[in-house]
């Protein structure tokens, strides 16, 4: 059975790296665990930067790089773990889509997604979408999708 509710948006700009990064740590200290998040943009837009600033934000210590293909990376926080799965140029996601099913269904995980359009399918329905676009060198701006249950981890 599918969800009855209108998804949410809010819209904010960044006029650099640290106000990305700023932006990012906010949503990220407000993550209990059990979200997922899809990041949209095109390549250099910032997904894995606001990553980046969404695991600090959650308290990890670990380093944020982009996943290497068909693997995801897991950054620990304290006793949740944020998942990190970039679809980049992947034509078939294979068994990391039972993966990022499978963590997706964990209470104690933060499922974040680059390029998730060939695992979209295994999103759940209820998940927070960023859309970063570039509006020049250092600016961008931001729009996020959300449906009321995660209305927390909007900061306005
Ligand atoms: P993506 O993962 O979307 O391909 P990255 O986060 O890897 O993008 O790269 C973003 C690039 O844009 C980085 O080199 C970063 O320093 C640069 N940049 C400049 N201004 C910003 C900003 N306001 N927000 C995010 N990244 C920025
Ligand atoms: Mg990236």
Same mark, same amino acid.
């Given at each position: 059975?599918?969800?009855?509710?209108?998804?949410?948006?809010?819209?904010?700009?960044?006029?650099?790296?640290?106000?990305?990064?700023? %932006? =990012? !740590?906010?949503?990220?200290?407000?993550?209990?665990?059990?979200? @997922?998040?899809?990041?949209?943009?095109?390549?250099?837009?910032?997904?894995?930067?606001?990553?980046?600033?969404?695991?600090?934000?959650?308290?990890?210590?670990?380093?944020?790089?982009?996943?290497?293909?068909?693997?995801?990376?897991?950054?620990?926080?304290?006793?949740?773990?944020?998942?990190?799965?970039?679809?980049?140029?992947?034509?078939?996601?294979?068994?990391?889509?039972?993966? %990022? =099913? !499978?963590?997706?269904?964990?209470?104690?995980?933060?499922?974040? @997604?680059?390029?998730?359009?060939?695992?979209?399918?295994?999103?759940?329905?209820?998940?927070?979408?960023?859309?970063?676009?570039?509006?020049?060198?250092?600016?961008?701006?931001?729009?996020?999708?959300?449906?009321?249950?995660?209305?927390?981890?909007?900061?306005?």
């Amino acid at each position: 059975m599918g969800y009855m509710s209108t998804d949410l948006t809010w819209q904010t700009v960044s006029t650099d790296l640290s106000g990305t990064m700023r %932006l =990012a !740590e906010q949503v990220g200290r407000r993550l209990k665990g059990g979200e @997922v998040i899809e990041l949209v943009s095109d390549l250099g837009g910032g997904k894995t930067t606001f990553v980046r600033g969404l695991a600090k934000g959650m308290g990890s210590y670990d380093k944020v790089a982009s996943p290497s293909f068909t693997i995801s990376r897991e950054y620990k926080a304290g006793n949740k773990t944020m998942y990190h799965f970039d679809f980049y140029r992947l034509q078939d996601p294979g068994l990391v889509a039972n993966e %990022l =099913a !499978e963590v997706a269904a964990d209470p104690q995980a933060v499922v974040v @997604v680059e390029w998730a359009d060939i695992v979209e399918s295994v999103l759940p329905a209820q998940h927070l979408t960023v859309r970063i676009k570039s509006t020049g060198e250092d600016s961008r701006e931001f729009s996020f999708t959300y449906p009321p249950v995660l209305s927390y981890l909007i900061a306005e």
